[in-house]
């Protein structure tokens, strides 16, 4: 077992899992921290340390307001610890390594927490990386900055860069520390040469920024999962696609530093305490005067997103992508058929004519129109960004998630849902999840690994039995695995209106 590992700043010291088998460490530093003059900069070197350093805890989270990043709902299911310590010096990551020697070469997963980008941390309970490495795998959580100390622009800082690495500080950390684990994960008995990242909600949006990004072109990423990743909602006009351009951010920075932090340079804005900084960021956000998110500065996003994907422009590697069916859905909200047209129109423009014949517009069912109209986002843009990865011939896959949570709440598989099931942490959650959970837990952690491992999820259970096949997605509206009670290819029809409109996004998107 590896208990000690030289890095590239020093040596760290990790210890035993609740697995004697698990090595663990935790808090590894992959950036100097980013305080002061590092405060909206992309992330620094670490310093480098004598002797051997204890990573034996974890880092402290970025920079949120728990009860506002979290919610009363996420709150209760992740057991979160409201005082647990946070910091702008966050900048670590966390490592499980079944290796028993550095020459091992195991594959490598990194995990990109989730949590709308103002908040979240792989200290959570649910990330415990302990049943995935348990399967061969070195896995590897990072911690990146979130809200307005990772995602913030401004004129200033723009100048001071010379218009490169200006803003998407959350991408650039976590880059640096994927980047830091291809060059490190070898002294943990990983391959630097079979790194799978993952993520999930925000998470998964980032995990595409990352595939996409230029950047990474000749990177460490040779396989990607994409988890709920909202962010590539598809749907036409679907609400919050479109990130900001790097001169919209800039004028929103300047705003904020005026209107909120009471400063006007930089370097002012820089010597405020962090904890000032964060409270001002949530009162903005309360007032949703705007939002801190990923911006297309033409640096690491060179374009929208959604675009990109729509044009293949992106790493040529094989993703794993899908979805929960009781996710936030893509709505008109509307009294009356009158008003229902109307916000068609301002929505979908030159489009909206086709648009309304796929909800049936003129059935005159004001309900009926309503609910053809009503996509779920996150299975609507994986699809079409996987019609665009089977025209290159690239190997991908899809996947649904649809248990039964059980609970007094009866939330229905609600976004996040099946975090405890991908990690097969079900025992750290209060929900009473009972043997067909954990059955479903245990497979849906092998197809992941089993990714990770041969770029295929399909493989053996554990008692040497071959899972359900999970059929690659070939074609256009190509079916998903299901993971419900059993796991089963989908023997669902998709409604020629839900077709249509996939059909009438990807004209769109394509056309960009």
């Known amino acids: 077992m590896i208990k000690i590992a030289k890095t590239e700043s020093g040596l760290v010291r990790g210890t035993y899992g609740?697995?004697?088998?698990?090595?663990?460490?935790?808090?590894?530093?992959?950036?100097?921290?980013?305080?002061g003059k590092n405060r909206w900069r992309v992330p620094q070197p670490v310093e480098p340390w004598e002797g051997v350093r204890d990573c034996l805890e974890y880092g402290p989270a970025n920079m949120t307001d728990?009860?506002?990043?979290?919610?009363?709902?996420y709150e209760k299911e992740w057991h979160w610890d409201m005082d647990f310590p946070m910091s702008e010096d966050c900048l670590q990551l966390n490592?499980?390594?079944?290796?028993?020697?550095?020459?091992?070469?195991?594959?490598?997963?990194?995990?990109?927490?989730g949590g709308g980008l103002i908040g979240g941390n792989p200290a959570e309970m649910e990330f415990d990386g302990e049943r995935l490495s348990r399967r061969g795998i070195v896995l590897v959580s990072i911690n990146y900055r979130t809200n307005v100390f990772g995602l913030f622009a401004h004129p200033e800082i723009t100048a001071e860069n010379g218009g490169k690495n200006c803003a998407n500080f959350a991408l650039f950390d976590q880059k640096a520390g994927i980047d830091w684990v291809g060059r490190n994960i070898a002294a943990f008995g990983g391959d630097p040469d079979n790194i799978t990242i993952f993520g999930q909600s925000a998470g998964g949006r980032s995990v595409l920024c990352q595939v996409i990004s230029p950047l990474n072109k000749d990177g460490y990423i040779?396989?990607?999962i994409s988890q709920s990743s909202t962010g590539i909602n598809f749907a036409i006009g679907g609400h919050g696609t479109d990130y900001l351009t790097l001169s919209e951010a800039e004028k929103q920075g300047d705003y904020f530093f005026r209107n909120y932090l009471?400063?006007?340079?930089?370097?002012?804005?820089?010597?405020?305490?962090?904890?000032?900084?964060?409270?001002?960021?949530?009162?903005?956000?309360?007032?949703?005067?705007?939002?801190?998110?990923?911006?297309?500065?033409?640096?690491?996003?060179?374009d929208q997103p959604t675009y990109m994907m729509a044009r293949n422009e992106r790493l040529q590697i094989p993703m794993m992508t899908g979805y929960t069916t009781g996710e936030f859905f893509?709505?008109?909200?509307?009294?009356?058929?009158?008003?229902?047209?109307?916000?068609?129109?301002?929505?979908?423009?030159?489009?909206?004519?086709?648009?309304?014949k796929l909800c049936e517009f003129e059935s005159g069912d004001l309900d009926r129109v309503l609910e053809?109209?009503?996509?779920?986002?996150?299975?609507?843009?994986?699809?079409?960004?996987?019609?665009?990865?089977?025209?290159?011939g690239l190997p991908c896959w899809l996947y649904e998630f649809d248990a039964e949570i059980p609970g007094e709440d009866d939330p229905g598989d609600y976004h996040s849902s099946e975090l405890y099931f991908v990690f097969e942490n079900l025992a750290k959650c209060w929900r009473p999840f009972v043997g067909k959970h954990y059955d479903l837990a245990r497979k849906m952690c092998n197809y992941w690994t089993n990714f990770a491992k041969t770029g295929d999820p399909n493989g053996n259970d554990d008692d040497g039995t071959p899972?359900?096949?999970?059929?690659?997605?070939?074609?256009?509206?190509?079916?998903?695995?299901?993971?419900?009670?059993?796991?089963?290819?989908?023997?669902?029809?998709?409604?020629?209106?839900i077709k249509g409109m996939y059909n009438l996004a990807a004209d769109l998107l394509w056309r960009k």
């Open 66 to 73: 728990y009860s506002r990043a979290y919610g009363p709902f």
């Open 18 to 35: 609740s697995d004697m088998a698990i090595a663990v460490f935790k808090g590894i530093p992959f950036a100097a921290p980013p305080v």
């Open 222 to 224: 040779k396989k990607a």
């Open 95 to 113: 490592i499980w390594t079944p290796a028993k020697t550095p020459e091992d070469k195991l594959p490598v997963m990194i995990w990109i927490f």
């Open 262 to 302: 009471g400063v006007e340079t930089l370097e002012e804005a820089r010597a405020l305490p962090a904890e000032f900084v964060r409270d001002k960021c949530f009162e903005y956000l309360g007032k949703r005067e705007g939002q801190f998110q990923y911006v297309v500065d033409g640096d690491f996003l060179t």
């Open 330 to 356: 893509d709505v008109i909200s509307a009294k009356s058929l009158p008003e229902f047209e109307e916000k068609a129109h301002i929505l979908y423009g030159e489009y909206a004519d086709e648009f309304l």
């Open 467 to 497: 899972m359900p096949r999970w059929e690659p997605f070939t074609e256009d509206f190509s079916k998903p695995i299901v993971f419900d009670d059993t796991v089963h290819m989908s023997d669902k029809e998709i409604a020629p209106s």
């Open 372 to 392: 053809l109209s009503k996509v779920n986002g996150s299975p609507f843009g994986a699809r079409l960004f996987l019609m665009r990865s089977v025209e290159a």
